[in-house]
């Protein structure tokens, strides 16, 4: 298999790509991104996208992106392209899969062929939307003990949307799964008369962007009515790239989505498989076995997910005291804008690194904190 190319311009390091396959015979993209000079003693973060994203979001050329500034800060970064990834040839293929997948599979996996290259070296996770809520069943199951710090953005343990959202994605879920296998976002490629026009006119109601890309993404979220970012906050570039950035939904996935939004908690969806069972039917319900600092961080005006992370927060530190879990908003921010806005790296990633050098300092007792 052959991976997109990752679209990358990275002054500090070289991307090294690893081959890795799923137990479950997936073939999935991970890279690493080796600091100049080859630094090999660093503290290593592992990213994780979210659906129908890919690593790309964390690499944009057109701005000074996450992986710049954990490399600046001293981290080694590590990407996952999880079997949503957008830059996976078969993604757009009938190629069913549920989160469980994720949760079981991807990350996990993910997570052992990392330690298998960095030895005993602290290991977190930054993982964005549906990453960060498959990551918190993975957490919730003990598959992925032993990290040093967890910071999901946008949405954890308890999704949260709103209630005009909810009623689009489930009724109008079920109208897309009667027609499509995938809901594209690129209209340039699906074209002015194609099945997909009345749902590409529709996004553009009320719009003030003249990009069609944009509106089904900006103003309609693939066809739910929420919105996945704060227009201005992106960079130009990025703005023309957004068909790059996001792929096709595939509607097969909507099922457990709406699952997973009627309990506002990561529930399993695959209740008949013996080869799940070592997901817990209901995250929250293990949450317990959380044993990393989790940081919850969400943009103010989050459109998709709304106050998922806050929720996440209140309810975490009412259930279970024991645990580090931590919750920051920043004023103005997206949804997805917190990762790939032009001036996240001002504005956002300070808070993902302050808490992963604090982390880091327990993790590795008498190691002095960064400067």
């Not at 503290?43 to 996208?49: D, E, F, I, K, Y």
């Not at 817990?280 to 940081?295: C, F, S, W």
């Not at 997805?336 to 300092?361: K, M, Q, S, T």
């Amino acid at each position: 298999m052959t991976l997109r190319p990752l679209h990358a311009r990275l002054d500090a390091g070289t991307v090294e790509q690893i081959p890795f396959v799923a137990s479950d015979g997936t073939e999935l993209g991970l890279c690493r991104v080796v600091p100049r000079g080859g630094d090999t003693d660093r503290p290593v973060v592992l990213l994780l996208h979210g659906l129908t994203a890919s690593a790309d979001m964390f690499v944009l050329p057109e701005t000074r992106n996450l992986v710049e500034v954990l490399l600046d800060a001293g981290y080694e970064p590590w990407l996952l392209d999880w079997r949503g990834s957008c830059r996976l040839p078969h993604n757009e293929r009938r190629v069913r899969y549920s989160f469980d997948d994720v949760a079981l599979y991807d990350i996990p996996e993910a997570v052992a062929a990392v330690r298998q290259r960095i030895d005993d070296r602290p290991l977190s996770i930054v993982a964005h939307c549906m990453g960060a809520l498959c990551l918190s069943m993975s957490m919730a199951a003990g598959l992925v003990p032993g990290l040093s710090a967890v910071v999901a953005q946008g949405v954890f343990l308890t999704p949260k949307i709103s209630w005009q959202t909810r009623a689009r994605l489930h009724f109008g879920g079920e109208f897309l799964r009667s027609r499509f296998a995938n809901f594209p976002v690129d209209f340039k490629k699906v074209g002015m008369w194609s099945r997909y026009s009345l749902i590409f006119a529709e996004a553009s109601i009320g719009a003030e962007c003249k990009d069609p890309t944009c509106h089904i993404l900006q103003n309609d979220a693939w066809g739910v009515g929420a919105s996945l970012f704060e227009h201005d906050n992106l960079h130009e570039r990025t703005h023309d790239r957004l068909a790059e950035l996001f792929g096709t939904v595939p509607v097969w996935i909507l099922p457990h989505l709406r699952r997973v939004e009627l309990a506002h908690s990561v529930v399993r969806f695959s209740t008949d498989d013996g080869r799940y069972d070592r997901l817990p039917e209901n995250a929250l319900d293990e949450a317990g076995r959380i044993d990393a600092p989790v940081l919850l961080i969400s943009g103010s005006d989050n459109g998709f997910w709304l106050d998922s992370n806050k929720l996440c927060h209140q309810v975490l530190s009412t259930r279970y005291p024991e645990l580090d879990v931590r919750y920051t908003e920043v004023p103005g921010y997206g949804h997805v804008d917190p990762i790939i806005g032009r001036n996240a790296a001002l504005d956002v990633f300070g808070y993902i690194v302050d808490f992963l050098d604090e982390c880091h300092v327990k993790a590795v007792p008498g190691r002095p904190a960064r400067a």
